[in-house]
């Protein structure tokens, strides 16, 4: 059967703004991987939509395939479905799946058996699976599972040297600041970020104009200013217990010697629960933290090990083991004469009437810790896992955090550094005259720890 003619020149009805037009979709071009950082009404779906349509229709590979994904496939249907239907709904002989939320073209505009743009949600990630990619638009990647990413699409896109956008508006320094500032570093991937007070939008004569920002502003608060309009990565949520703002005021401080003399050493362990997960050692002395400890893909009975050998060489006053998985490492550590305190993160708080449990009520004097001047190292993933937790109030008005398996169904893992320095606020310590590791009456064995 002869084939219809090749169309010449496709227009679609799309008139990209100013910076669309002269920057963003030449840098988009260009770039195999970029990352868009952008305030709310941007355009960012727009414009990225607009790009994915063209990209398909130039692809001359057979059966080309797109993707737009958002965290929800519920969401990714209501921001993006009516766009890709109506930019293309000029195209004679485009095919709508309503069912599946993909469109086809027909073979004479894209590849040997035409090319396809589908709209995928992130909770259905077994969708991009064992699939080829040409594109992807990633939306919202802030609350979206890294995993997808580093996972699936990445192998995904390597058989067809594909390329992916990632998109959003900045909600704390998650994954999708941390692939920002990847992007930054790196030469071979584009990044850039546009609020409203300098992308045009709001601008005299802009599409929204001044007179909006003004009115949207006036409806918000100073928080999702910062976030929304004004791509701040600092800004935190209302319910966050701790903030960035206290985070990265924690990660400037520089504290002397002389401040933490005299301060107890404090451990905490962490142990892993699953097998991606990491167990983690945090020491804290009075107001600074220091750059913790961790180690993945580890038995109970090495990483006591290595935990022993931290304890002879920091000898601090009190070692808190978090004893949801650690019992292992409890019970090899006593059996070798160290004396180390286990903390059930699910039990009673010391205070009982103000916190649910004890990881709420030791969570909650870190953050107090944090207020009165804490140090912390510059661990981007131990910021991340700081700011992550939300929290609440039961019936009782007792503080309840949000759980570790919550956060871990978020980020696509366990909060373990955090929970390790939560761990040096279990209880009061005090430092003591004789430390109780320079004993030399501990169990007599030739194990060695490391």
């Known amino acids: 059967m002869e084939q219809p003619a090749m169309q010449k020149k496709i227009i679609i009805p799309y008139k990209p703004e100013k910076l669309w037009r002269d920057v963003i979709h030449p840098k988009l071009e260009a770039h195999r991987f970029s990352v868009i950082v952008a305030h709310r009404r941007f355009g960012k779906t727009v414009g990225t939509v607009n790009h994915v349509i063209k990209k398909c229709i130039q692809n001359k590979l057979q059966s080309p395939m797109y993707a737009y994904v958002a965290p929800y496939r519920n969401q990714a249907e209501r921001i993006a479905w009516n766009y890709v239907k109506y930019y293309t709904h000029v195209i004679p002989g485009v095919k709508v799946n309503e069912a599946k939320l993909y469109i086809e073209f027909p073979t004479r505009y894209a590849g040997a058996n035409g090319g396809r743009i589908h709209i995928i949600g992130a909770d259905h990630p077994d969708t991009l699976r064992g699939s080829y990619w040409d594109g992807v638009i990633l939306d919202e990647y802030a609350q979206i599972k890294p995993e997808l990413w580093n996972e699936i699409l990445r192998p995904a896109l390597s058989d067809r040297q594909g390329w992916v956008t990632f998109i959003g508006t900045p909600k704390g320094q998650n994954q999708f600041y941390d692939i920002y500032q990847k992007a930054q570093k790196r030469e071979d991937w584009y990044a850039c970020i546009y609020r409203a007070d300098e992308s045009g939008v709001f601008a005299p004569g802009g599409r929204l104009g001044p007179e909006e920002l003004e009115a949207m502003k006036k409806d918000m608060s100073e928080e999702a200013i910062r976030q929304e309009l004004y791509c701040d990565f600092t800004a935190s949520a209302y319910n966050i217990l701790i903030t960035i703002d206290m985070v990265t005021e924690a990660v400037k401080k520089n504290h002397t010697a002389s401040v933490i003399r005299d301060a107890p050493r404090v451990m905490g362990v962490d142990v892993a629960r699953f ?170 064995t030739e194990y060695n720890p490391i």
């Open 275 to 444: 097998g991606n997960d990491t167990c983690s050692i945090a020491k804290r002395q009075g107001l600074v933290a220091y750059p913790l400890k961790r180690y993945a893909s580890i038995d109970n009975m090495d990483f006591a090990a290595r935990l022993i050998q931290e304890i002879k060489e920091w000898k601090p006053d009190a070692v808190f083991i978090d004893s949801g998985r650690g019992e292992g490492v409890i019970d090899r550590c006593r059996q070798l004469g160290y004396d180390v305190i286990e903390v059930n993160f699910g039990g009673k708080a010391t205070k009982e009437a103000a916190y649910i449990n004890k990881r709420t009520e030791m969570w909650d004097a870190m953050r107090k810790w944090l207020t009165a001047g804490g140090q912390l190292p510059d661990i981007p993933e131990l910021k991340t896992e700081l700011v992550t937790p939300e929290y609440s109030f039961n019936a009782a008005n007792k503080m309840k955090l949000e759980s570790k398996e919550s956060i871990k169904e978020r980020l696509g893992k366990s909060p373990d550094m955090a929970d390790a320095l939560a761990l040096t606020f279990a209880h009061p310590v005090y430092k003591r005259e004789i430390n109780p590791w320079e004993r030399d009456d501990r169990c007599n």
